[in-house]
């Protein structure tokens, strides 16, 4: 069962990173410390 969530919570980052760097090629931003609160704050780690 962790071994699965820790499967999840990769492919979950994998993913985010892609994101990332396809918006980042189109307009590239500096992150704020605000904006870095805002992404931890929304960040599920496991399905509840």
Excluded at 9 to 37: G, H, Y
């Amino acid at each position: 069962m962790i071994d699965a969530s820790v499967e999840r919570l990769k492919d979950s980052m994998k993913f985010q990173i892609q994101q990332e760097k396809q918006v980042e090629q189109v307009a590239p931003t500096v992150l704020n410390q605000k904006d870095l609160d805002d992404m931890l704050d929304n960040l599920t780690i496991f399905d509840q």
